[in-house]
């Protein structure tokens, strides 16, 4: 007898109960239902930290199950972050400079208006022209699609230029990270078209619902997100459930192997790659309008090798690892780096968490590594195994 | 009483002796009428005479008599400078009183003298005994190029003794001359004298016979000696073309949207504009409809058309003009030019070819140590960068202790070695060892190790930069001719890179470890079964990886800042120049450092404003060329070349 998807993967249905227990927690204690108990930068938070574990998931599927360790897919999680925040900022200086133009005595001509939003928004850079790849920035649809097709096409092309010719293993997360570093680089520069080192920003504000509260829209964004992640968590369970999955592990275990089994081990890993970079994409096109703003430091190559880390550390091959993983070290991180974190008085020394979070996280980073491959995610196994 | 006869006395003693005929008030005296009212035809006997006397206090005596400073005693027929109310003593300088108009005479020179002043002065400059005071006023010339320095200047290369400062002389004369000579042959011979000359200042006198302006006119000028026509579209825009129609008022300026705009908003009426209502002008057709309506009626100058505007072009010749008016001198001028040009060219390719190469010995520097540890033990270590660091951190603190350079920078270069030989076997035996097995992990556990390190770099250094100052004689640059040159720290850098490749090549091929080292790469069961411990050969290796590392560290901080996050900068290229070249191979990160080193220099001279986008295209053309060489540019061939 054939076992249903969800029988085969009770960790599935845990999962989403979870979440949507939490979600909905969070929600009745937020400002919007009046309850405030939970104040409304921490639903901005915690709505980030769902889209962090959202990109961490794409991450375990590429790398925990398989192999590629990809050094690249937070660059992919901020294309999406930049082609959202491209509308966001687009239609609410359309909306500021149709206001401010709406008073003068002849009404404006649209190139006028689009002189106007160009000097808003590029004039921090030197320049009032659009760049060719705001063509779309007017429209929400055609611009949401950019949010999937670019990172999509990138990976596409790059996966497909790295794979067929077999770089594998340590050599393409060097290649996966010159991408990334290539990218942060091109967009630091002024005439990138978008905005330099300033990145774009204001983008908290949704155009269309300024007189909403912040709040409202938190709590929104907050579910959104929750949304994306279940569903996000259900498409890559069952990917890595059947016949595709056992091949994907196979993979990872052993590329020549199963090429010799006939599968076309390309085509596999290029699937598997593109699809989790559009994942990512889609996380970071809801993780920035809650952040508000972004540049591209967030894209540096750091930022990615953190993702691995993550999921490392939360637990690979196994997808609530990566939730955990996310999760714990970037509420963690805040924690120390906010300093929530008490000040240690060693007497001769006071250890400040500030400066020394960083000490801490990479060594226990090695820690992990060397003695907890199996991450946090291990310790269920344990919780497991003792049922009889 | 008596007091005043001695004061009197002793003022008579220290006076200059009056027997003593060189005092410059007596050769003023002796010409008395022409200092005070100097002619520009008298003015010169008593010039020739301050020259011919070789006082020193001469020159401040004619930069006063420039400046309208001089005055004349009416008492007794004595000069003075008079300065801020006060009077000076023309040869000791020292005041000797207060200005009183009444009793004084201003000498007042006319222009024409206080030119013949200003020349005498130069030259009085330019034969000064001091070369200091040679050159400055040689580089007082050479800043203001003016037409009346030309005779004095040439007049003093005679006699000049230092050879350098001649030549130079000589030079600003044939500059000035090509620029300021009467004869069409002469400026001719002083430019020809002046091709095969690189330097800036030459080229700019060349351009300057070369200067052009644009004209415009129906028919191309006879009188005039034109550069070269302008064809519209081609060397100048159509928009351009027009402008200058505009500005030679041959045609009528053009109506700007804004000027439309503004037109419209002072002829509103009642909510309408001629027969068209405000509300519909959100158009630009609309609004260039209302404007005509607005010019029909005489209330705005009309709008030029698209077809009167490119038949005013068309009707027109473009030229630029030399200011110059004679051909023959600009030919000359042009051909020098040319010349020059393809030398400054040719110069310019070798000295990008030198900072090319002294930025692949950098890249060699900071990659050899990583290439090591990678192709020996197939380990990638992202705490190289850090161990550079270190190194540089080291001689920092070095020069904290020790404070001469040159003995601070022995001392630095061994310990940087030792210590990052330390910290690298400590980090092999402790994490490495273990990841034998997972060398993705070990890419992972290093990256921890590198951000632990960082951090801590900053808790203990803070995060501003710190010097690491070059002992004095690195300081400067080796210069070739006026556009090569290369700074002796890169010089130093280059032999630093040299001789490790020289000593690397020489552990691996002729010692035991060397031999033990290949064993291991080729095969590590093999080389155990032969009795070599791979467990030794994998610590020593991966420290003298890491050692190396910190002299790179040590070398780099000398002309670049030392920073916590240095490192970083360096990692990715250096993965770079260790995965295009080829793992395992020292001479494949030589290739690597070459190629990604020239390969960056020839991208930044084809953007030479915008270094970030030379990072990004050199990191774009690297991710294709691994398309095409996945294994490098030197790939290991056979068993082991399978990992």
Redo the contacts between chains.
């Keep these: 007898m054939r076992k249903t998807f969800l029988m085969q993967n009770p960790s599935v249905l845990w999962f989403i109960s979870l979440l949507a227990v939490f979600t909905i927690a969070v929600t009745l204690m937020s400002e919007a239902t009046g309850v405030s108990l939970i104040s409304t930068s921490f639903i901005k938070t915690l709505g980030k930290t769902l889209c962090l574990c959202l990109v961490a998931i794409a991450m375990d599927v590429v790398w925990g199950y398989c192999g590629i360790l990809s050094l690249g897919h937070f660059a992919f999680f901020g294309i999406g972050g930049y082609a959202i925040g491209m509308w966001l900022m687009y239609a609410r200086t359309e909306t500021i400079v149709a206001q401010s133009l709406a008073s003068q005595p002849i009404p404006p001509t649209s190139q006028e208006i689009s002189d106007a939003i160009g000097n808003q928004i590029f004039g921090v850079v030197g320049s009032s022209e659009f760049p060719m790849i705001w063509a779309f920035a007017d429209n929400l649809f055609l611009q949401l699609l950019m949010v999937v097709l670019v990172p999509g096409l990138l990976a596409l092309v790059f996966g497909w230029l790295a794979f067929r010719s077999r770089v594998t293993g340590v050599y393409l997360s060097i290649l996966t990270q010159a991408m990334t570093l290539a990218l942060a680089l091109y967009l630091f520069q002024n005439d990138s078209g978008l905005r330099g080192n300033n990145g774009l920003s204001g983008l908290q504000n949704i155009p269309g619902f300024e007189d909403t509260s912040q709040a409202t829209i938190s709590i929104v964004f907050f579910m959104a997100s929750a949304l994306a992640l279940g569903a996000g968590y259900v498409f890559f369970a069952w990917i890595v459930s059947g016949k595709m999955g056992s091949v994907v592990k196979g993979i990872r275990d052993n590329e020549a192997r199963v090429r010799f089994l006939g599968y076309h081990v390309e085509s596999y890993k290029l699937f598997i790659f593109t699809t989790t970079a559009v994942v990512a994409a889609i996380s970071g096109a809801l993780y920035y309008p809650q952040a508000g703003i972004i540049n591209p430091g967030e894209i540096a190559p750091i930022a990615s090798i953190y993702l691995a880390v993550w999921v490392a550390i939360g637990g690979r091959g196994r997808l609530y690892g990566a939730v955990i993983g996310a999760a714990f070290v970037s509420l963690l991180s805040s924690w120390f780096t906010g300093g929530g974190a008490p000040d240690i008085n060693l007497g001769f020394y006071t250890i400040q968490w500030t400066d020394w979070w960083l000490v801490l996280l990479g060594l226990s980073f090695v820690a992990v590594t060397l003695f907890f491959p199996k991450g946090i995610g291990g310790l269920f196994d344990y919780l497991v195994r003792k049922q009889p | 009483m008596i007091r005043l006869l001695v004061l009197a006395l002793a003022l008579y003693l220290t006076a200059p002796p009056a027997g003593f005929a060189q005092s410059l008030q007596d050769v003023l005296q002796t010409h008395r009428d022409e200092v005070l009212k100097p002619g520009r035809r008298s003015v010169g006997i008593v010039l020739d005479d301050l020259v011919a006397s070789g006082l020193p206090q001469a020159l401040p005596f004619l930069e006063a008599w420039r400046d309208r400073e001089i005055v004349q005693r009416d008492s007794d027929g004595l000069f003075f400078r008079a300065r801020k109310q006060s009077l000076y003593d023309l040869d000791t300088g020292e005041v000797i009183g207060v200005f009183e108009k009444n009793n004084l005479t201003a000498s007042r020179p006319n222009g024409g003298v206080r030119r013949a002043i200003a020349n005498a002065l130069v030259q009085f400059q330019m034969s000064d005994p001091d070369i200091v005071k040679r050159r400055a006023a040689v580089d007082a010339v050479a800043r203001s190029m003016d037409a009346s320095q030309l005779e004095p200047l040439a007049a003093s290369i005679d006699a000049e003794a230092d050879a350098a400062l001649k030549a130079r002389k000589s030079r600003l004369v044939s500059m000035l001359r090509a620029l300021f000579e009467d004869t069409t042959n002469a400026r001719v011979e002083a430019i020809n004298t002046l091709a095969g000359d690189l330097s800036v200042d030459v080229r700019a006198v060349l351009n300057k016979v070369l200067a052009s302006e644009a004209g415009v006119a129906a028919k191309l000028p006879d009188n005039e000696n034109i550069a070269r026509v302008l064809e519209v579209g081609e060397d100048i825009t159509a928009e351009n073309a027009y402008a200058w129609l505009v500005e030679a008022e041959l045609a009528p300026p053009l109506v700007s ?1 804004a000027q439309i ?1 503004d037109a ?2 002072t002829n ?1 009426n009642s909510g309408m504009v001629g027969t068209l209502p ?2 519909a ?4 057709a609309a ?1 260039a409809l209302a404007y005509d309506q607005l010019a029909a009626e005489g209330l705005a100058p009309p709008r030029v058309k698209e077809a009167e505007r490119a038949n005013a072009i068309a009707e027109h010749v473009f030229y630029l003009a030399y200011t110059e008016p004679d051909p023959a001198i600009t030919d000359a001028a042009q051909k020098a030019l040319t010349a020059i040009e393809t030398k400054v060219a040719l110069s310019q390719t070798v000295d990008l070819g030198l900072d090319a190469l002294s930025l692949a010995s950098i890249y060699f520097l900071a990659a050899i140590g990583l290439a090591i540890t990678f192709g020996v033990m197939g380990v ?1 270590n992202m705490a190289h960068g850090e161990f550079i660091m270190m190194g540089a951190y080291t001689g920092f603190v070095v020069q904290q202790f020790v404070p001469d350079y040159t003995v601070s920078i022995v001392v630095a270069l061994p310990l940087a070695f030792a210590i990052t030989f330390a910290a690298g076997v400590l980090m092999e035996r402790l ?1 490495i060892r ?2 034998y097995q ?4 070990t ?3 290093t ?10 770099a ?2 203990i250094f803070g995060t501003q930069a710190r010097p690491l100052t070059s002992p004095e004689w690195l300081d400067g640059a080796l210069a070739f001719n006026d556009v090569i040159a290369i700074s002796y720290i890169r010089i130093a850098i280059f032999a630093l890179a040299l001789m490790f490749l020289a000593l690397i090549l020489f552990v691996l091929k002729r010692t035991r470890l060397g031999l033990e080292v290949r064993a291991v790469t080729q095969n590590p069961g093999m080389a155990a079964s032969m009795g070599i411990n791979p467990d030794r050969i994998n610590m020593l290796t991966f420290g003298l990886g890491s050692g190396i590392a910190g002299i790179a560290g040590v070398a780099i901080g000398l002309y670049a800042k030392v920073t916590s996050e240095m490192g ?1 900068d360096y990692i ?1 290229q250096s ?2 120049t260790v ?1 295009v070249g080829g793992v395992g191979n020292v001479w494949g990160t030589l290739a690597g450092a070459s190629m990604i080193g020239f390969l960056q220099k020839g991208i930044e001279w084809l953007y030479p404003s ?1 270094t ?2 030379a ?2 295209y050199m ?2 053309f ?3 060329f ?3 060489r ?1 294994k490098g540019i030197v790939a290991l061939k056979g068993r082991a070349a399978a ?1």
């Design positions: 949207n705009r419209l908003l509103i405000v509300a002008l959100n158009t630009e609004r990638i994490v273990h990841l997972r060398p993705l992990e890419l992972l556990a990256f921890g190790i590198s951000i632990a390190l960082q951090q801590l900053k808790n970083a990715v993965f770079m995965v915008n970030l986008a990072q990004t990191i774009l690297i991710i294709l691994i398309q095409f996945p990992d």
